[in-house]
C-alpha cells in the first residue's frame, strides 16, 4: 500500500521529438482525402438498406393493426349509446386542430430550428462537392457562421408564417 502525504509531489513528464517531413503543410490531408481504387462496401451499404426496409415494416405493421384494430370498433357501433361514445382516435381529433398554447415559442423554436437545419444541409453539401477541404484553416467554421447569417432569412420567414398560421395577431414580432 502506497501512502501520499500532502507535501510529497509527483511531476510527471513526456518527451517529444520532432522530425522534419518533406510533405507541406497544404497537403498533409491529401493522403486521406484521395480516393484510390474507388473501393464501395456493398455489403455494408446493403446491410444498412435492409435493417431500414425491416424497421419500416415494423413500424408500418404496428400502425396498421392499431388503425384496423380502431376502424372495425368503429364500424362495429350498433346503437347510439355506443355510437355517442367516442374512443380511440377519435379522442385526439379535437386536439389536433387546437392552437397550441404556447404558439409564439413553439413559431421561434420552429424557425431556429429551420435555420439550424439549413446551415447545416448546405454546409454538408458544399463539403461533400469539395468547396469545404480540411486544408483551408477555419474554412469550414467561417462558412458555417456565414450560412448560419443567411439562412436567418429562411427561419424567420418560417417562424412568421407558423405563428400566423396559428392566429397571432402580432406576427411581425416573432
Known amino acids: 500500500v502506497f501512502d501520499l502525504q500532502t507535501h510529497d509531489k509527483i511531476t510527471f513528464t513526456y518527451d517529444v521529438q520532432w522530425t522534419e517531413s518533406s510533405i507541406r503543410w497544404a497537403s498533409r490531408w491529401d ?40 376502424i372495425t370498433k368503429y364500424n362495429e357501433l350498433a346503437t347510439a349509446e355506443e355510437a355517442a361514445e367516442e374512443t380511440g382516435w377519435k379522442l385526439v381529433h379535437g386536439d389536433v386542430f387546437r392552437k397550441p398554447r404556447h404558439a409564439k415559442l413553439l413559431a421561434v423554436s420552429v424557425g431556429s430550428g429551420v435555420q439550424i437545419l ?36 429562411f427561419g424567420g420567414y418560417a417562424s412568421a408564417r407558423l405563428y400566423k398560421v396559428f392566429g397571432g395577431e402580432d406576427w411581425k414580432m416573432a
Open 118 to 153: 439549413g446551415m447545416s444541409v448546405v454546409t454538408l453539401i458544399f463539403a461533400l462537392l469539395g468547396f469545404l477541404s480540411p486544408a483551408h484553416r477555419g474554412g469550414l467554421l467561417q462558412s458555417m457562421m456565414l450560412l448560419f447569417t443567411f439562412m436567418g432569412v
Open 31 to 70: 493522403n486521406y482525402l484521395k480516393m484510390t481504387g474507388g473501393q464501395i462496401h456493398w455489403f455494408s451499404i446493403l446491410n444498412s438498406l435492409m435493417i431500414m426496409l425491416f424497421l419500416s415494416g415494423m413500424v408500418a405493421m404496428i400502425l396498421l393493426r392499431t388503425l384496423y384494430r380502431d
